[in-house]
């Protein structure tokens, strides 16, 4: 049973599989239909490219050579669900059967976001938010490219959705949880910065002795799962890399004069991780010290575009890849994505008295 359309708070204590909501499964079914005709019929041709070519190469021998992911240390978990497919499928088929694998995780991440506004506000709200991950072009595009990010929204979003119901009387949740959110972290390391923030809130809402034995639990699920990546980088490059040494080449790129191909181009001709590490950061914190107008112009660019906004799938259609684009179709889409995301804003700057009464 769903509550009246557009009901106001929900009980916090359950939300269910939203199986009973038709219009919602219809939902499902397009946005999974829309990611898939991009996946095979637009973009089925397209060989792999930059990043996306880098996974498919790695794929064949990521176990063969020691985990190796490329000029980059990153977390290998991608990396080991491509090389498996491709170990299960013939050479012909494992790209087009990688890329459904994640049309459909790309679709089902709508089903933890309308559980979790379901819960908050009701079933208009619910499909709101599901559609906005449903129908998003930049979402949409991200579905069907050989990169991470559509498994770790899937994670992250599934965490998200659990977290409504952990408290210290459910180990298990919690555990899975943790474990949930280890996984998250093997594919963006990014994820482990909302962990600290997590164990904060709930040390403020649920006092201290509550909190320290949550995020025992839950942060030793997750540390346990993250472990093996940990101490293989411990082992071959020392404290220096952790999980990963992408940050210190975004610090360099992202404050250098010259051009990202000309930056990657160098660090690539560095030869091994640690010195990489070590001069990206170096040279990141010269550049910024040369110019710190410069980061300061490039940092307020870069938070203004944070959420994609164009950036993505105008960047895909402008490098040919799904095909040809008048100067028309290229501004069409701009503006769709800039619209769709003012909507997103409103619709979130709606809900901020709601979090205040009830955080």
């Known amino acids: 049973m769903h509550p009246p359309e557009g009901a106001g708070v929900v009980n916090q204590s359950r939300a269910p599989w ?5 219009t919602f499964l219809l939902m499902m079914v397009l946005g999974l239909s829309i990611r898939c005709v991009l ?16 996974y498919a190469q790695l794929a064949e021998t990521f176990f063969s050579n020691g985990f190796d992911t490329g000029p980059f240390v990153r977390p290998p978990l991608y990396f080991v669900f491509l090389a498996l497919i491709r ?11 990688a890329k459904l694998l994640q049309c459909v995780a790309g679709t089902a991440v709508a089903i933890p976001v309308y559980r979790s506004t379901f819960r908050l506000a009701g079933t208009l709200p619910a499909r709101f938010a599901a559609g906005f991950i449903l129908f998003d072009p930049t979402l949409i595009a991200f579905s069907h490219l050989l990169w991470p990010e559509t498994f770790f929204l899937l994670a992250i979003a599934i ?13 298990l949740r919690s555990i899975c949880l943790g474990a949930l959110t280890g996984i998250a972290m093997l594919l963006k390391p990014v994820f482990g910065i909302f962990t600290l ?18 995020v025992v639990v839950f942060g030793g699920a997750a540390a346990l799962v993250i472990s093996p990546w940990v101490i293989r980088n411990l082992n071959l490059y020392g404290p220096s890399i952790i999980m990963e040494n992408q940050g210190p080449y975004n610090l360099w790129s992202g404050n250098s004069p010259d051009s990202p191909r000309t930056v990657l181009k160098t660090w690539r001709d560095l030869g091994d991780p640690l010195t990489r590490s070590r001069v990206g950061t170096q040279r990141g914190i010269e550049f910024i010290k040369q110019d710190p107008s410069r980061f300061v112009r490039n940092t307020l ?38 619209i769709g995301w003012a909507i ?7 809900g901020v008295g ?6």
Do not use: C
């Open 39 to 54: 996946a095979f019929m637009l973009d089925g041709n397209m060989s792999p490219r930059g990043d996306e070519k880098l």
């Open 159 to 171: 965490v998200f959705d659990g977290l409504a119901k952990v408290d210290t009387d459910t180990i």
């Open 87 to 97: 170990a299960i499928s013939t050479p012909d088929s494992w790209i087009l059967v």
């Open 18 to 22: 939203p199986i009973s909501d038709r």
């Open 197 to 214: 923030l997590l164990a904060g809130h709930w040390l403020f809402s649920k006092g201290f002795s509550n909190a320290l034995k949550i």
């Open 301 to 338: 660019v870069r938070a203004l575009n944070f959420w994609g906004l164009e950036y993505f799938v105008v960047r895909h259609l402008a490098i040919g890849g799904y095909q040809d684009i008048s100067i028309g179709t290229f501004l069409t889409w701009f503006w769709i994505i800039q």
């Open 354 to 359: 709601r979090v205040i009464r009830d955080p």
């Open 344 to 350: 997103m804003w409103v619709a979130a700057a709606a």
